[in-house]
């Protein structure tokens, strides 16, 4: 199968090619509820793997404290594995909604909590949009944005720190240059530190099933089956 987009971002049917819930189709079509799922993931690994704006990584992430373990495998085998994992991990959280809350939403920085709701209801738009298609087709577009925009009409005032004031500035940069006529700019390239320590890396398996261990003891899923 040929693969267009992002990875890390990419809807786990698209990865796998294989409806989140069977029985619907026998093959998966590329369409609007995709889309939106994409830019979710893009949110929720802002919200896990960042402190605030800047693109400020957490602290969190590069140290070796087994406290942070459980952060460390849920950015991994949602965001850095290999497709076939990444795509089952994220039928997992479809398919188990439950583990929204406990892989996703718990994970959050303190700095992006007040998105917790928006990123819940976006959630359960996209599980309406997999689980009856023809659903997307009509005006899913419009709910999410009707979220969002509820969402900035609600947030409350807050004062813009240092950091905060060089993206804004950043950002303008980046609009006059695409005003100039030069949309790239200075391209920065750097590789990505390891969300998890070598000595921690290992597969995990059977996958979680809602037969679950104790919380403390539970392992993010594989690709296996």
Same mark, same amino acid.
């Given at each position: 199968?040929?693969?267009?987009?992002?990875?890390?971002?990419?809807?786990?049917?698209?990865?796998?090619?294989?409806?989140?819930?069977?029985?619907?189709?026998?093959?998966?079509?590329? #369409?609007?509820?995709?889309?939106?799922?994409? %830019?979710?993931?893009?949110?929720?690994?802002?919200?896990?793997?960042?402190?605030?704006?800047g693109d400020v990584r957490r602290e969190d992430l590069e140290l070796?404290?087994?406290? /942070? #373990?459980?952060?460390?495998?849920?950015?991994?085998?949602? %965001?850095?594995?290999?497709?076939?994992?990444?795509? +089952?991990? &994220?039928?997992?959280? %479809?398919?188990?909604?439950?583990?929204?809350?406990? /892989?996703?939403?718990?994970?959050?920085?303190? /700095?992006?909590?007040?998105?917790?709701?928006?990123?819940?209801?976006? %959630?359960?738009?996209?599980?309406?949009?997999h689980q009856f298609h023809g659903f997307e087709y009509y005006d899913?577009? #419009?709910?999410?944005?009707?979220?969002? #925009?509820?969402?900035?009409?609600? +947030?409350? *005032?807050?004062?813009?720190?240092?950091?905060?004031? &060089?993206?804004?500035?950043?950002?303008? +940069?980046?609009?006059? &240059?695409?005003?100039?006529?030069? *949309?790239?700019?200075?391209?920065?390239?750097?590789? *990505?530190?390891?969300?998890?320590?070598?000595?921690?890396?290992?597969?995990?398996?059977?996958?979680?099933?809602?037969?679950?261990?104790? *919380?403390?003891?539970?392992?993010?899923?594989? +690709?296996?089956?």
């Open positions: 199968m040929h693969l267009k987009g992002t990875p890390p971002y990419t809807s786990g049917e698209i990865l796998s090619d294989q409806s989140y819930f069977y029985g619907h189709r026998d093959r998966v079509f590329h #369409d609007a509820v995709h889309d939106l799922e994409s %830019f979710f993931w893009v949110l929720v690994r802002i919200c896990i793997t960042q402190q605030g704006p070796e404290n087994e406290e /942070y #373990d459980s952060l460390r495998r849920v950015v991994h085998f949602l %965001f850095d594995s290999d497709t076939n994992t990444m795509a +089952a991990n &994220k039928r997992e959280i %479809f398919t188990h909604a439950s583990h929204l809350e406990e /892989y996703v939403l718990n994970n959050f920085h303190d /700095y992006f909590q007040p998105l917790r709701d928006v990123v819940k209801e976006w %959630f359960h738009l996209l599980l309406l949009g899913i577009h #419009d709910m999410v944005l009707e979220v969002l #925009d509820r969402a900035l009409e609600s +947030a409350p *005032p807050e004062d813009i720190d240092e950091v905060g004031k &060089k993206v804004l500035c950043d950002r303008k +940069a980046n609009i006059e &240059k695409l005003l100039d006529g030069n *949309p790239f700019g200075k391209v920065q390239q750097s590789s *990505p530190p390891h969300t998890i320590p070598t000595s921690h890396r290992q597969v995990y398996h059977p996958p979680l099933s809602s037969s679950m261990p104790n *919380p403390k003891k539970r392992k993010l899923y594989t +690709a296996e089956r």
